[in-house]
């Protein structure tokens, strides 16, 4: 058992993942990759901004944790005892719920697409501004919930239990009626809510978002977006763009423009312009019949170009989320968190 309530030094785990306590902002926070944590006591624990990436934590005791803003995509949570644990705002995409306790467990404003949580107990729980799409709900227990504004598009019902549950999703949802599963939407749905004692409205999938449900919608996009990088690299490849992004689930890299890091960090537009301005320079000088003959008009313009560059990459190396790895021309300026890309090349070579 891995007792993660007390600061600690780095634990390699038998599965060969990595457990540890990192600092950044003045917090002490813990991070997780492909370790093996079951059965692990984690009780009020307070794990914030934690990652638990591709981890398995079956069977372990998370009663009243704290894991709000928690990167936990694709880990295993079977058979956990969740009860009144806090995962608001966490990335929970492809995780698996199977038959964990969540009662009263608060899952507002978190990002569980394609989750698993056949035979989990959700009763009491919070998943109002959730993006549940495509979720698997079957059997579960669901019952005196409150949905608000809930995305379940795709997700599966199916023998779940919802009665006192309340509030309003987006479906359309698969649901148990009259011994066959079916897709119902709208005022379907609504009447199948009804006569299984929920009181839930529903919206059409694609009508327009209201400015609260936008706000969240792009604050859940761009959180889930920024942890799947793994690595931004800038480096100059003839005439492709400056940066080379690689993220999960396949790291393998692919240019992009400074444009693109808004996607990722809060990148000032003038340095947006002003890093296009440089990389034109380079595509304006470049001998396309003989790349390699590419010259600048004098040494010194050679040497300003490349000072232009290093002063780029200074200015964004802190603006990256601590998790990414950055580097400029070969030279490290973040290093990332340890272990984190060698585990996704070697996740994508075993096929996950």
């Given amino acids: 058992m891995i007792e993660v309530r007390q600061p600690g030094p780095v634990e390699i785990t038998d599965s060969g993942g990595m457990l540890m306590r990192l600092s950044w902002e003045g917090q002490d926070r813990y991070y997780a990759v492909d370790a093996d944590l079951d059965r692990s006591d984690f009780t009020e624990a307070k794990l914030d901004d934690a990652w638990f990436l591709w981890s398995d934590l079956t069977g372990s005791v998370l009663r009243g944790a704290s894991l709000r803003s928690s990167e936990c995509s694709e880990a295993l949570f079977a058979d956990c005892d969740l009860t009144d644990a806090k995962f608001t705002g966490a990335s929970l995409d492809q995780a698996d719920f199977t038959r964990a306790r969540l009662t009263g467990a608060d899952l507002h404003l978190a990002s569980a697409t394609d989750a698993k949580f056949q035979g989990a107990v959700l009763t009491g729980a919070v998943l109002a501004k959730a993006a549940l799409n495509r979720a698997d709900f079957a059997n579960a227990d669901l019952r005196d919930s409150e949905f608000h504004q809930t995305r379940l598009i795709g ?155 290093r002063e780029f990459a200074e200015l964004i190396a802190p603006l990256l989320a601590p998790h990414i790895r950055f580097e400029c021309s070969g030279k490290v300026l973040n290093s990332g968190f340890p272990g984190l890309w060698d585990a996704a090349w070697d996740r994508a070579k075993r096929g996950f």
């Fill in 155 to 309: 997700a599966n019902l199916s023998g779940a239990q919802v009665s006192g549950s309340i509030g309003s999703i987006t479906g359309p949802v698969a649901v148990r009626d009259s011994h066959r599963t079916v897709l119902l939407d709208g005022p379907a749905l609504e009447e199948w809510f009804r006569r299984h004692g929920a009181q839930i409205a529903v919206h059409a999938a694609y009508a327009p978002l209201s400015e609260s449900e936008h706000r969240t919608d792009s604050q859940l996009r761009w959180k889930q977006k920024q942890n799947s990088v793994l690595q931004i690299r800038m480096l100059i490849d003839w005439e492709a763009d400056p940066f080379w992004i690689s993220e999960r689930p396949e790291p393998t890299s692919r240019p992009a423009p400074a444009a693109d890091l808004r996607e990722y960090c809060d990148i000032p537009d003038e340095l947006v312009e002003q890093i296009d301005e440089w990389h034109r320079e380079w595509t304006n000088l470049l001998n396309w019949a003989d790349p390699l003959a590419t010259e600048f008009p004098s040494p010194e313009a050679e040497a300003d170009w490349e000072r232009r560059e």
